[in-house]
């Protein structure tokens, strides 16, 4: 085995930002130096958005950190500390000097490091139990700065935090998106209207709704959003502005808008805020201001009276003015797509039109609730040249799973499905299990005859990161091998990714020919944007699958692509936009994508 020395004892990057966001949270609790409370922000977000594990470049290949604006000699070296102690000793002193508990305050709506000190040095509130108990007995409207407003907003937030932990799936944030903006241009005739915020770019889980408008009459769509049926609750109404909160707890906020603004606005309220900083930095830079009306002139590094509004009306006017090329919504993350775009370079995003098949679907065999003709029916409706059929293995009995016997039976079956159908290759395969010790759920004689195996844990996320790490890479370098689906086997706002290596899991799947999946169900989206270009650095290879138990579930795997276009992938990173013949040739392992 070729792993067990480096698998030992690394962090991921999310837990090192998250030691460094925490101690820029008590620095500014504490009213520290806000020059260090901003550098630790900004080292963590760079660290988790890292598309190699920071712990172990800080020891091996520290290069490779020193390259990365905003990564110094000081953080390198606190980088280096954690991974090689496993702890921080500014991070623990620092922790020493506040109550354990202070910092879940963060975790409210609207609560920031001021008011939190505020809080806990006048009223000596150290958890959420503390604060609204103080705020039901209207203790907190007695602060500077505070009154019944904030302590009824605090107890809404506290509500909020308590039964949606604040974040939604994007699933759920696009469909309720979407049913709201068709519910405005039903009732009110607009001019333009789109979805802007973390649901344009496509993240993984929502925080709430932005939507832009422009209209004949902004009092009449102003009526229209607040009025919709699925208001629980109005945070505010305005002339041009609006803020409701859902049925289900997500909060919506309308913005109606100039023509000549709508493009500066849909740019501004898209863009995550470190690419906002990094582009009025940039405009700064070449002599113009930008904000959500548009971009305008200085005047030799002065404002002009008014400034000369030079774009505005379209985000294309204000990218090629900057000299960028227009950045596709999700990549506007401060990744290095600013960069990219000033030469030209950024990737050429994978569409969903690109992909040719889906190589991830179950059956009635095991927990499916379709036949082998209805699936490979919906994939002719689709447009696939190819489908798989990948059932559970027996070691999921709640599943139903095959043993032997019974896939030797499916092969044969589906070759008989396939003898009937000419409009679509169904290939053979199986979602094999990937056991405690990395052992397969199935012998390698029957694999030996699939198509296409696809290897998975269901089972035991409670090892170590050590042990699962070289559980999954001995499964990886069986040759009959083709796929490690749901790498991380995360749940989204449900369960945690079991502790695992990626990075080397990454590296043993590009050595051993295996690819890694994108799995596009909206429940997992699993590799993640930031593992999946860290594979594509890496030279592995993906394959972006449904893994649909029904018909219905075909469709996510347009979900896999958004996932895909946010880790910066093209169609030559996916194994099944590949025509069948060169599907086929990787599969067998005779090519791996070579570039």
């Given at each position: 085995m070729r792993v067990a020395g480096a698998v030992a004892g690394l962090m991921?990057?999310?837990?090192?930002?998250?030691?460094?966001?925490?101690?820029?949270?008590?620095?500014?609790?504490?009213?520290?130096?806000?020059?260090?409370?901003?550098?630790?922000?900004?080292?963590?977000?760079?660290?988790?958005d890292l598309s190699f594990n920071g712990a172990h470049a800080s020891q091996e290949e520290p290069e490779k950190l020193r390259s990365i604006s905003g990564i110094g000699e000081g953080t390198i070296s606190k980088i280096r500390e954690i991974a090689e102690t496993g702890r921080s000793q500014e991070f623990e002193d620092l922790k020493r000097e506040i109550p354990p508990s202070l910092l879940t305050l963060l975790e409210l709506q609207?609560?920031?490091p001021k008011k939190i000190r505020l809080?806990?040095?006048?009223?000596?509130?150290?958890?959420?139990?503390?604060?609204?108990?103080?705020?039901?007995?209207?203790?907190?409207r007695s602060l500077p700065g505070m009154g019944g407003k904030s302590e009824a907003k605090i107890l809404k937030a506290i509500e909020a935090h308590r039964l949606l932990q604040g974040r939604f799936r994007l699933d759920d944030g696009i469909e309720v998106c979407q049913g709201l903006m068709d519910y405005l241009r039903l009732k009110v005739k607009v001019k333009r209207i789109a979805a802007a915020g973390s649901v344009r770019r496509r993240r993984e889980t929502v925080g709430d709704i932005d939507i832009l408008v422009t209209c004949e009459s902004s009092a009449e769509v102003i009526d229209a959003f607040t009025g919709y049926s699925d208001v629980k609750e109005v945070l505010a109404k305005g002339d041009t502005k609006a803020s409701v909160v859902l049925s289900r707890g997500l909060q919506a906020d309308l913005r109606v808008l100039e023509d000549e603004s709508f493009g500066a606005s849909l740019q501004y309220f898209t863009g995550s805020q470190a690419h906002n900083v990094a582009l009025r930095e940039r405009a700064k830079r070449m002599g113009y201001k930008?904000?959500?009306?548009?971009?305008?002139?200085?005047?030799?590094?002065?404002?002009?009276?008014?400034?000369?509004?030079v774009a505005g009306e379209s985000e294309e006017d204000i990218y090629r003015l900057l000299k960028l090329s227009l950045i596709p919504p999700e990549l506007r993350e401060n990744r290095g797509e600013i960069q990219k775009a000033e030469t030209g370079r950024l990737p050429d995003l994978i569409k969903l039109g690109d992909i040719r098949g889906d190589l991830h679907m179950h059956t009635k065999a095991t927990d499916g609730r379709n036949t082998i003709q209805e699936m490979a029916a919906a994939g002719i409706q689709a447009g696939y040249q190819y489908i798989a059929i990948t059932d559970h293995s027996k070691a999921l009995a709640m599943a139903r799973g095959l043993d032997e016997k019974r896939l030797l039976d499916q092969i044969e079956e589906i070759d008989r499905v396939a003898s009937q159908i000419s409009e679509i290759h169904i290939l053979k395969g199986?979602?094999?299990?990937?056991?405690s010790e990395g052992e397969l759920d199935l012998s390698d004689e029957v694999l030996s005859r699939l198509d296409v195996v696809i290897a998975s844990v269901h089972s035991r996320f409670n090892l170590s990161r050590k042990e699962m790490t070289l559980r999954i890479c001995r499964a990886l370098e069986n040759p009959n091998v083709n796929i490690l689906a749901h790498p991380t086997g995360r749940l989204l706002t449900r369960r945690a990714p079991y502790p695992v290596d990626l990075e080397q899991v990454i590296k043993t799947a590009r050595e051993n020919r295996v690819c890694l999946e994108i799995n596009a169900y909206p429940a997992r989206l699993d590799l993640s944007d930031v593992h999946c270009r860290?594979?594509?650095?890496q030279g592995a290879l993906i394959s972006i699958n449904s893994d649909s138990h029904n018909l219905q579930m075909l469709r996510?795997?347009?979900?896999?692509?958004?996932?895909?276009?946010?880790?910066w992938l093209e169609a030559k990173d996916v194994i099944n936009t590949f025509p069948l013949e060169e599907l086929t040739r990787v599969l067998k392992k005779e090519e791996y994508g070579e570039r």
């Open positions: 991921e990057n999310r837990d090192l930002a998250r030691i460094f966001s925490e101690i820029a949270d008590i620095l500014e609790i504490q009213e520290g130096n806000p020059f260090r409370i901003r550098s630790f922000r900004r080292a963590a977000q760079i660290i988790r609207n609560l920031g809080l806990w040095k006048t009223l000596n509130i150290s958890t959420i139990d503390e604060l609204e108990k103080a705020a039901r007995e209207e203790q907190v930008i904000s959500e009306y548009g971009l305008f002139r200085l005047d030799n590094g002065g404002e002009k009276d008014p400034p000369e509004k199986i979602e094999v299990d990937i056991l860290m594979a594509c650095d996510y795997i347009e979900y896999g692509v958004f996932t895909a276009r946010r880790g």
